[in-house]
């Protein structure tokens, strides 16, 4: 790929995902151009993407001999079969979360990327959120001592059952498949591939059809990292609680950089990924508490780290066997919930090791 032009962009699906982040996230980030979109309403691609062809048929624009990068943000389930199209084609693709379905499907995903030579990368932005790295450098610094316990939520207030493909019974619906990926994925990052998963998963709206809570137990020896999302949550819950041998540190409220988006703040704005909610630090020693200033959050870093990678100076950003083990963690939790018992996540060596160097 040449350094000295535009990475070629071909987004497959416009919904919610490509509009509030994809789209918006490229626009803002140097080296890339949207050149086509699929889409079955291209007067809403017009109307973001003026310049971009659009097609309807996503298999169509997975072939395009014109493009670089194929982004693909369609329904979970289509994601393995168009990844594979891509790569096929000797196309580099990134595929949102979640990666696949299985952890079969995901693992077939890098073998094909290894045949074929193109780069394979999993958007799994909020490892840009502030929230996020306000705690990772609070534990990088170990001002807590020795993690005992970490607790991450993700909560909302969404009583109301939508009549979307997210939450109607069928591959890859309900929140563990949505909003999972996001929580494992950094709870990896930081402390590597668990021992042990055991997972409570239910239906708690009136009318739901697929699950719209779930609570995860990461066990590592001693310490353990529950992991969780509902929403039925009035007020919300703190984002993050991650508590030490010698301190503790709370983080209340989430990144604003969706909030920013769905607004309209454009990624780069004077106050993008601006958080004011700084996290407190506990002593556990003294009882005092002083703050800790939130880092800013930049979902841009994603698209950076990636461009870096497809111009050949940087390694990918998240690689598939990285994506892999969120899918081997989300299955355990299936078969923990189904089994009401621990599971052990069936991971490969190279999965594993996919961790070593971030852990």
Do not use: C
Request: proline share 6%; net charge neutral.
């Amino acid at each position: 790929m040449r350094e000295d032009s535009a990475i070629r962009v071909g987004l497959i699906g416009f919904g919610f995902v490509s509009k509030t982040f994809h789209v918006p996230l490229l626009k803002a980030t140097d080296g890339y151009k949207i050149t086509a979109v699929s889409s079955s309403h291209p007067a809403d691609v017009k109307a973001v993407l003026g310049d971009a062809e659009v097609m309807a048929d996503p298999k169509a624009l997975a072939t395009h001999p014109d493009i670089d990068l194929v982004v693909i943000a369609s329904p979970n389930e289509t994601h393995a079969p168009l990844a594979e199209l891509a790569m096929r084609a000797g196309h580099n693709v990134v595929v949102d979360k979640p990666f696949t379905i299985t952890a079969q499907e995901a693992r077939h995903l890098a073998g094909v990327a290894a045949e074929k030579g193109v780069l394979l990368s999993v958007f799994q932005n909020r490892r840009w959120d502030s929230d996020f790295l306000t705690v990772q450098e609070a534990i990088r610094q170990d001002l807590l001592g020795r993690i005992v316990l970490f607790e991450s939520r993700i909560d909302r207030y969404r009583p109301d059952v939508r009549e979307r493909w997210r939450e109607i019974p069928g591959p890859g619906a309900g929140l563990l498949y949505d909003l999972g990926p996001h929580i494992i994925d950094q709870a990896l990052l930081l402390f590597g591939i668990p021992d042990s998963v055991q997972a409570t998963l239910a239906k708690q709206r009136r009318g739901a059809r697929t699950d719209d809570f779930f609570q995860l137990v990461l066990r590592y020896g001693e310490m353990v990292a529950t992991l969780g999302a509902g929403l039925l949550v009035s007020g919300g819950s703190p984002r993050f609680s991650v508590h030490g041998e010698r301190a503790s540190v709370v983080k209340q409220k989430p990144d604003v950089q969706e909030d920013q988006l769905r607004a309209g703040t454009l990624p780069g704005a004077t106050d993008w990924g601006l958080d004011p909610d700084d996290a407190v630090l506990y002593n556990g020693a003294t009882g005092d508490s002083r703050a800790l200033k939130a880092a800013r959050g930049d979902q841009r870093g994603y698209y950076v780290a990636l461009r870096e990678a497809l111009l050949g100076r940087a390694p990918n950003p998240v690689p598939p066997a990285q994506g892999s083990s969120v899918m081997a963690i989300i299955e355990a939790a299936f078969r923990s919930e189904k089994d009401g018992r621990q599971v052990v996540p069936e991971l490969t060596a190279k999965e594993r090791a996919a961790w070593s160097t971030t852990s």
